[in-house]
């Protein structure tokens, strides 16, 4: 999956994704709120491209399911225009680029959780988000 942002070029490579549901009595119609926990790190840096590791962890409450997603993001482009890119939203805290790594991921995890027939997580879930360990540079 590729995208342009800003003069930034952001290619999301998904390596493992999965779907785990907890109890059998849940179905898509459950009411659940769903925690996030995400990890990224720099894996490598170039004069014109960054590359970074992720993995994003979701559970529910009442525990009926978890989604598990690893993979890594490339940004090509201008240095600046990539920094500001992995600087966080003012008002979430959560980095621009995690946006859009989740925008790029949700249309699996929708996917999955209606495969499974559990509740789906919201395409807006990063308006509240909380990042467990910041972005490391």
Do not use: C, W
């Not at 290619?11 to 109890?23: C, G, L, P």
């Not at 680029?97 to 991921?105: E, K």
Request: no cysteine.
């Amino acid at each position: 999956m590729s995208e342009k942002a800003h003069e930034v070029e952001i290619k999301t490579d998904i390596r493992s994704v999965s779907a785990q549901k907890k109890e059998g009595t849940a179905n898509r119609n459950s009411e659940v709120v769903f925690s996030f926990n995400v990890n990224m790190e720099e894996a490598e840096r170039k004069s014109e491209s960054i590359v970074l590791n992720f993995q994003m962890t979701m559970d529910t409450d009442p525990s009926i399911a978890k989604f598990n997603v690893e993979g890594s993001t490339t940004l090509s482009g201008d240095l600046s225009e990539i920094d500001k890119m992995l600087s966080p939203e003012p008002q979430t805290g959560v980095p621009y680029i995690f946006t859009r790594i989740y925008q790029q991921v949700y249309s699996v995890l929708f996917l999955l959780a209606n495969t499974i027939d559990i509740p789906t997580p919201s395409p807006a879930l990063l308006k509240r988000a909380d990042v467990v360990q910041p972005l490391q540079k």
